[in-house]
């Protein structure tokens, strides 16, 4: 009985000090987001990150996003560090991106988007990068672009100011907040 006690505690012990560590450093991430046709900044285009941990048969944990809004030359830099304990799982090595303006597309899921520099198909860290997003001409453009902002299973608190520039978009387009 002692034995099976023993190896119980042993079970729980490691399973609480495997896997992902109580911290997780990001980036830097830093860049310029500009008019794809012009090259122009953009100011105030908001860089939403958000960072997962992922367990048991690959299912993802938010554990948490930060977001800046681009400077008046359009640039941004994000430099981040994770606080969570999650026993039996390990860090998402990448961040998930989202940078939106109202009257633009949406990167990355807006097909006219583009980066300077892809990694393995994610944002690059300890990269300057350049990010084109096109200028949407027509309602019906800038609509069909509101499916592109997802935020993920990120809570609402995480991305107020995504969600205050969708709301200035869907007043510009005739839709309801």
């Known amino acids: 009985m002692k034995c099976i006690k023993n190896l119980v505690f042993i079970i729980i012990a490691l399973g609480l000090c495997s896997g992902c560590a109580i911290t997780k450093s990001y980036g ?3 860049g310029k987001v500009v008019v794809k046709e012009t090259e ?7 860089v939403f990150m958000r960072f997962y941990t992922e367990g048991i048969y690959s299912v993802t944990d938010f554990a948490d996003a930060v977001e800046v809004l681009t400077d008046a030359n359009g640039e941004f830099n994000i430099k981040h560090r994770v606080f969570a304990f999650r026993p039996f799982q390990v860090w998402q090595p990448h961040s998930q991106t989202i940078i939106f303006k109202p009257g633009y597309g949406a990167f990355p899921r807006h097909r006219g ?4 520099q892809w990694q393995d198909g994610e944002f690059p860290e300890n990269q300057y990068v350049t990010i084109k997003l096109p ?3 027509t309602r019906e453009g800038r609509r069909d672009n509101l ?3 997802y935020p993920g299973s990120a809570p609402p608190e995480a991305y107020r100011t995504l969600q205050s520039l969708e709301e200035i978009e869907r007043k510009a387009v005739g839709l309801n907040p």
């Open 40 to 46: 122009e900044p953009i100011e105030g285009a908001v």
């Open 135 to 137: 200028k949407l001409k």
């Open 113 to 116: 988007t583009s980066i300077s």
């Open 28 to 30: 830097p991430y830093m």
């Open 147 to 149: 499916s592109n902002l």
